[in-house]
Nanobody, 113 residues
Framework: VQLQASGGGLVQAGGSLRLSCIAS????????IGWFRQAPGKAREEISC????????YYVDSAKGRFTVSRDNANNTVYLQMNNLKPEDTAVYYC???????WGQGTQVTVSA
């Protein structure tokens, strides 16, 4: 199963973006979902992981208080709301099952100073 992230773009520091994670032929509500990012020249890192029920969500320290994961089971979508974005958040963002399986195409987030 391949999950696709979308919704990236160019935003100024302090701005917000909402990323969406969708899948075809697979119900996201039955899986733990992770959000990941890979900055240029750096390894891919997991920035959040939410349980299948959505009752428990982990955030990496750099995302705490700024990023929020939510689920819309009716639309089979998981969102990553990102507020107060910083230039160091610039990366390609991916969603995947947790633990990750096949990587889909990510979405570029660029934050200008």
């Amino acid at each position: 199963v391949q999950l696709q992230a979308s919704g990236g773009g160019l935003v100024q520091a302090g701005g917000s973006l909402r990323l969406s994670c969708i899948a075809s032929g697979f119900r996201l509500e039955y899986s733990a979902i992770g959000w990941f990012r890979q900055a240029p020249g750096k390894a891919r890192e997991e920035i959040s992981c939410t349980s299948s029920s959505g009752g428990m969500t982990y955030y990496v320290d750099s995302a705490k208080g700024r990023f929020t994961v939510s689920r819309d089971n009716a639309n089979n979508t998981v969102y990553l709301q990102m507020n107060n974005l910083k230039p160091e958040d610039t990366a390609v963002y991916y969603c995947n099952q947790a633990p990750p399986e096949i990587w889909g195409q990510g979405t570029q987030v660029t934050v200008s100073a």
